[in-house]
């Protein structure tokens, strides 16, 4: 097949050329047989589509995604894995997105002029596993649409060049409809109108600000994420999020969707957690808005690692992990950030490729898509539902997504904004422990949830402990006022969980970063709570001889300078409400500050000031004014001692007694103290205050702003504007 074949652009890809030029030299060169090979399309709705072949057959069009690895493939109708010489990789089905692009194709074909007064026939998307000797061990209906060389037609795989040529197809359609043959005239005419529709060589160069789009990552019907790289430094990495906006849709609908790209870079502005994916810029692009994110090349997706690589966990492992979900979480709802679609398909995972010792190599999570998240500027907390904070279903990513979903959401009535994390951070756990997702339809959640009050991971794991079967229960329970109320109160019962499931010997040391409960540090450190994890650090409820406190741990040994500075301003402060620092030290290789506990424990976990707002509601106006004096002590004093906190908010005070039993406001949490005066970004929006930084003095009035509105958010729990 020579004239009728058009080469929109030559292959760079070895394999890809040797598929195609094994399909090329079997069609026949005849009517209505054509064949366009490696291009790309813009679609009604503004997305970039490749193509690796097309053809145009005796009954229907062919679009053919190559795959070429070698080895063997095993995998269902969602995900398959290839293994191959030891090494295995996991990724969706790829028959899935072909469809999408099969369905678009046939849409702007049939709005082309050439295509205008008859129907476009059938455009079935087909896989060819093209590399020569590999054992197709798919199951099922995973099988279907999937094509192979001829000599696979013995291991049950349809030859590519018999569906091709027509040869190998029904003779009617699903629903009995004979097929019609296609006329050389029609394929002339789908000649025209791939023509008029602009098909062009596939530019897997395509500029985005200083990065080239190099490989569709995901798409859904809201966005397009992309791994790109830089145009000067080829090696750096980035994920590119394009919001691609349709050519014939209405203005509202083009607002709606730079209005989503906008307000996720605004939702994570200030937002600076080791387990949330960064987002570093936001640019434009023809196609429409776009967001740019770091990116780990060797990152899955939460349920594609599951499904191909949940065998390595062990139960440390899958705690791990759900322990790493849920600090995260629990970071950003600090930071009144609730992301409400939470699932496998919204978090990343790295596994590392070798050991790091001392520490054991654990997967590394990332959460990500918060296009539908809320941040709420007002209060501390609130279940009331308003056109604010209400869900925009038609702008939710994956669908698979739904099946974490707490009911109240999915039936569009009113909802308690965290306890939406609470339910899908229990059905996550769900699948990481059972290593199945809770259910399969939407229909089958709400009835496990509504038969059995909560899921069950009994039905799906055997041998699950009590505390394991209760944190999953408590956490998903279909009547919200029954569900867990915080993310805090999920790592308490984790933590029950983990010395329910896990044991430690006695002597033996573990790393800071993987402790659990009664496990030792170096240093003679018995762990006895996690209490979170930050940007920098994570904080542990530790005790040594005799004495209980709290070490704060630097994430990494390139944080260790900041935590030591923060204990060197420490130690020359001594005042009754900040906290006292006993130590500076070295643990495993990370700084720590072991230091008194800044408050008293009033419920599981809760010793600050918003977890005590969270608990118990507004404050008494005793305590409120007795608060406000301390603030305005305390902050005096730093004032004249020349420290500056930089980040003041209820999160970073805790409440402890004084010697005669009265509740007293501790300070802590110095680590943004010798942040330069004219980074005006430090601290937590947006509690840092409103004042360019022209000068230090500007100082003492960016703390007063922020005890002000800390004070007045402790009275009735909202921020006021006092300005």
Same mark, same amino acid.
């Given at each position: ?171 009617? !359609? #699903? ?6 043959? %296609? $006329?050389?005239? @029609?394929?002339? *005419?789908?000649? +025209? ?122 139960? !440390? #492992? ?6 790493? %979900? $849920?600090?995260? @979480?629990?970071? *950003?709802?600090? +930071? ?388």
């Amino acid at each position: 097949m020579s004239h009728r074949w058009i080469e929109v652009a030559e292959s760079a890809y070895p394999w890809e050329k040797a598929a195609l030029s094994y399909v090329r030299e079997r069609l026949p060169e005849q009517d209505p047989f054509r064949a366009w090979s490696n291009f790309e399309f813009i679609a009604e709705d503004g997305s970039i589509n490749e193509v690796d072949l097309l053809v145009v057959s005796l009954y229907k069009i062919y679009l053919v995604e190559i795959k070429s690895r070698p080895g063997r493939v095993t995998g269902d109708a969602g995900t398959w894995t290839w293994t191959h010489e030891g090494r295995t990789y996991t990724d969706d089905n790829p028959l899935l997105l072909a469809n999408r692009k099969a369905k678009k194709l046939k849409a702007l074909l049939q709005h082309q002029k050439a295509l205008s007064k008859t129907r476009v026939p059938y455009i079935e998307p087909g896989i060819f596993l093209s590399a020569p000797g590999l054992r197709c061990e798919l199951a099922g209906v995973a099988r279907h649409g999937v094509y192979g060389r001829q000599e696979h037609a013995t291991a049950g795989l349809p030859d590519i060049i018999s569906v091709l040529r027509g040869t190998a197809e029904p003779l009617a !359609g #699903g629903l009995g409809t004979p097929f019609q043959r %296609i $006329a050389p005239a @029609l394929s002339q *005419a789908i000649a +025209r109108a791939i023509e008029q529709a602009g098909i062009r060589p596939s530019q897997r160069a395509r500029r985005v600000g200083d990065y080239v789009l190099q490989r569709l990552l995901r798409e859904s019907d809201v966005s397009q994420d992309w791994e790109a790289s830089h145009v000067r430094f080829p090696t750096i990495m980035r994920r590119v999020r394009l919001y691609p906006q349709a050519l014939h849709v209405t203005d509202l609908h083009r607002t709606e969707r730079r209005q989503a790209a906008e307000r996720e870079f605004r939702l994570l502005e200030g937002i600076n957690h080791s387990g949330i994916l960064k987002a570093e810029g936001f640019t434009e692009h023809e196609r429409g808005p776009a967001l740019i994110f770091e990116h780990d090349p060797d990152a899955e997706r939460l349920e594609v690692f599951l499904y191909g690589r949940g065998g390595t966990l062990d139960v !440390g #492992g899958r705690l791990n992990v759900v322990r790493q %979900i $849920a600090e995260t @979480l629990q970071y *950003a709802h600090e +930071r009144r950030l609730y992301h409400r679609t939470l699932s496998p398909q919204t978090i990343l995972i790295t596994a590392p490729a070798s050991p790091m010792p001392p520490i054991s190599p654990q997967p590394l999570v990332k959460i990500f898509d918060w296009q539908t998240a809320w941040r709420d500027s007002t209060s501390a907390g609130t279940a009331r539902l308003t056109a604010e904070n209400s869900l925009h279903l038609g702008l939710f990513g994956d669908k698979q997504s739904l099946l974490y979903m707490a009911p109240e959401a999915i039936a569009g009535i009113a909802f308690d904004t965290p306890k939406l994390d609470i339910f899908a951070l229990g059905a996550i756990a769900y699948h990481v422990f059972s290593g199945r997702a809770p259910a399969t339809t939407i229909e089958e959640l709400q009835q496990k949830c509504d038969v059995g009050r909560g899921l069950h991971i009994s039905e799906a794991m055997d041998g699950a402990g009590q505390a394991l079967q209760d944190l999953i229960q408590d956490s998903t329970r279909p009547n919200v006022e029954d569900r867990l109320s915080t993310v805090q109160e999920f790592l308490a019962r984790l933590a029950q969980v983990e010395q329910e499931l896990t044991t430690s010997a006695a002597e033996e040391e573990v790393h800071p970063l993987a402790a659990s409960p009664n496990d030792r540090l170096e240093g003679g450190f018995i762990v006895k709570k996690r209490l979170g994890k930050g940007s920098t650090s994570v904080a542990l409820l530790v005790e040594r001889d005799g004495r209980e406190g709290v070490l704060k741990v630097a994430l990494d040994p390139s944080q260790n300078a900041r935590l030591v500075e923060e204990g060197q301003i420490l130690r020359k402060l001594r005042h009754q409400n900040i906290v006292e620092c006993y130590e500076h030290t070295e643990v495993s290789g990370h700084a720590a500050l072991f230091m008194a506990v800044a408050g008293v424990e009033i419920t599981s976990g809760a010793y600050t000031l918003a977890q005590r707002i969270r608990s118990e509601g507004r404050l008494s106006l005793d305590l409120l004014q007795r608060f406000g004096e301390e603030f305005l002590v305390v902050t005096d004093w730093l004032e004249q001692n020349g420290i500056s906190h930089r980040d003041i908010k209820p999160d970073n005070i805790g409440v402890g007694r004084t010697p005669s039993g009265k509740l007293t406001l501790i300070l802590f949490d110095f680590s943004l103290s010798t942040t330069p005066v004219d980074n005006i970004r430090a601290g937590t929006p947006p509690l840092p205050g409103p004042f360019p930084a022209a000068s230090q003095a500007l100082g003492p009035l960016r703390r007063a702003f922020c005890c002000r509105h800390d004070v007045v958010r402790d009275g009735d729990g909202h921020v006021a504007d006092l300005g």
